[in-house]
């Protein structure tokens, strides 16, 4: 527990979006303390090892003391980490360029993420509504696939680092391998050679590219939570195994 918080902490130090992994692999983190407290837990002689009996709630560690140690351990890490730039630099003129860049978002050079064109588009005078409703919608998917997905917290783990790379406001082709690759080595770099270059295209040639590049990633992320779901449908009703699901 305390590697994964402080691994979280330097990603986060390195840049935001990472932070909003925490509700998640925190529930990770207590989901295999729990494990590891059934399974070091004394067997009854006449029960098999290798069975699964039923975990007494009250016997498993407190959620919230857990909660707060790992949250402590995050900032704690956090401040550390910046104390140590601030020593390095010597000075916090650093924290404006690299955390306030994303939230404020001053560079709107074409990339890969969605942020970029909107903005462009946007009026100065609701600039920074919107790029609070697009940081709280990024926010918005933490909480909630840690509650529907609280049996299987390494898929909401997986799912919000999917989300991250889709919504992130400068998003990196190395967030996705497969996607990433099929998207520079075909159409993207040819529209951006068409409208920077070439001047045979617009803004609308990239954009529209970078649209479907993200609708890819949308269209894994939902195919992974429906894999998720049916899983733990199937393994909760067991004659429901192999058969269609049709929607009414």
């Known amino acids: 527990?305390?590697?994964?918080?402080?691994?979280?902490?330097?990603?986060?130090?390195?840049?935001l979006h990472p932070a909003f992994l925490l509700p998640p692999i925190g529930m990770l983190c207590y989901d295999r303390l729990c494990q590891?407290?059934?399974t070091t837990?004394?067997?009854p002689p006449d029960q098999n090892p290798d069975s699964k009996a039923a975990v007494d709630q009250r016997t498993l560690p407190p959620a919230i003391p857990f909660a707060l140690l790992l949250t402590t351990i995050f900032l704690a890490t956090f401040a550390l980490l910046l104390g140590l730039s601030s020593l390095l630099l010597p000075s916090f003129q650093f924290i404006p360029s690299v955390y306030l860049t994303p939230l404020q978002l001053p560079d709107l050079t074409p990339n890969p993420g969605l942020w970029w064109y909107f903005f462009i588009e946007m009026f100065d005078a609701f600039r920074s509504f919107f790029l609070g409703v697009f940081w709280l919608h990024m926010l918005s998917y933490s909480v909630p696939l840690c509650l529907r997905l609280r049996k299987q917290p390494l898929a909401a783990v997986v799912l919000m680092l999917g989300v991250n790379a889709v919504f992130e406001p400068?998003?990196?082709?190395?967030?996705?391998?497969?996607a990433g690759l099929l998207y520079c080595t075909l159409?993207?770099?040819a529209f951006h050679h068409l409208w920077i270059y070439a001047g045979s295209g617009n803004a609308n040639f990239f954009y529209a590219i970078t649209l479907v590049w993200n609708l890819a990633l949308v269209i894994i992320l939902t195919d992974t939570l429906y894999a998720v779901l049916r899983d733990e449908w199937e393994f909760e009703r067991p004659e429901g195994v192999a058969k269609e699901i049709r929607q009414i």
């Open 1 to 15: 527990m305390p590697t994964s918080a402080f691994a979280l902490a330097v990603a986060s130090y390195l840049s």
């Open 41 to 43: 837990s004394a067997t």
């Open 170 to 178: 400068y998003a990196n082709i190395g967030a996705v391998a497969l």
């Open 187 to 189: 159409l993207g770099p």
């Open 36 to 38: 590891q407290q059934a």
